[in-house]
């Protein structure tokens, strides 16, 4: 019988550890946000281009979004994990999930540098 | 002797701990968040694009199930913000003990809650 030994390689510490930077810079982007938010000396077409036009918003957004995207592949996998038993459906579903979240990045940059 | 396992994974008899409830409030907002990501990026494209698409936009979510929707994401976002703060700290080692997690579980749900309600009021 073959005794395998699934423990000590740290298979998963890098995902945790992702999990857990990517949620950091997430908060911190979200509490920015808030406050450029209040600044808004009001709500209006010019006004809500010309934040999303100061480079550094949109550079902190790109960082968010990244985080974002690479947060909810962890997340979104670890559930298929935990129900999808059928390994070929889990497979799909991995992929599609991946290639949505490639585009959404790529949309992501369109948006910010339109 | 050996006990007969599992003893059961009926979901309709288990009862879930409190700590347990955020939890899977936690994934089931995750997966929710995940799937308008798509919207939420459509949405932002539109307000940029013009003051046409702006207007669109402000005009789409001023409706009563517009706000209905935005509030029901916002509890999801809140729910997901706090409890994964929850999380970080007891990666930390911070409230570990059974008293503090329900006491920190009862305060994710409360504070999630308690500012969609505060949001809610605004928006009307």
């Not at chain 2, 936009?57 to 409890?83: C, D, E």
Request: charged share 10%; aromatic share 12%.
């Amino acid at each position: 019988m073959v005794k395998r030994e699934v423990v000590g390689a740290h298979y998963g510490l890098r995902d945790w550890l992702m999990q857990r930077v990517t949620a950091v810079v997430m908060v911190a982007y979200t509490l920015l946000l808030l406050l450029v938010l209040a600044r808004m000396p009001q709500l209006d077409y010019g006004h809500w281009k010309a934040l999303w036009s100061v480079p550094m918003m949109r550079y902190c957004t790109a960082l968010f979004l990244l985080s974002l995207f690479l947060h909810a592949w962890i997340g979104v996998r670890d559930i298929f994990m935990d129900y999808i038993k059928d390994a070929g459906l889990r497979l799909t579903l991995y992929v599609f999930t991946i290639i949505a979240l490639v585009w959404y990045a790529i949309w992501s940059v369109q948006i910010l540098w339109a | 002797m050996s006990k007969p396992r599992p003893k059961h994974l009926n979901l309709m008899q288990i009862r879930l701990p409190l700590p347990g409830v955020v939890s899977i409030m936690h994934r089931v907002s995750g997966a929710v968040l995940f799937l308008v990501i798509p919207l939420i990026l459509y949405v932002l494209q539109a307000s940029l694009e013009s003051p046409n698409g702006f207007a669109a936009v402000r005009g789409a979510l001023a409706t009563p199930l517009a706000k209905l929707i935005v509030l029901g994401l916002l509890w999801g976002f809140l729910h997901h913000f706090f409890a994964g703060i929850r999380y970080l700290a007891l990666d930390l080692d911070v409230g570990g003990e059974l008293a503090q997690a329900r006491a920190t579980s009862w305060a994710v749900l409360g504070a999630s809650i308690a500012l969609t309600l505060v949001c809610g009021a605004l928006l009307w």
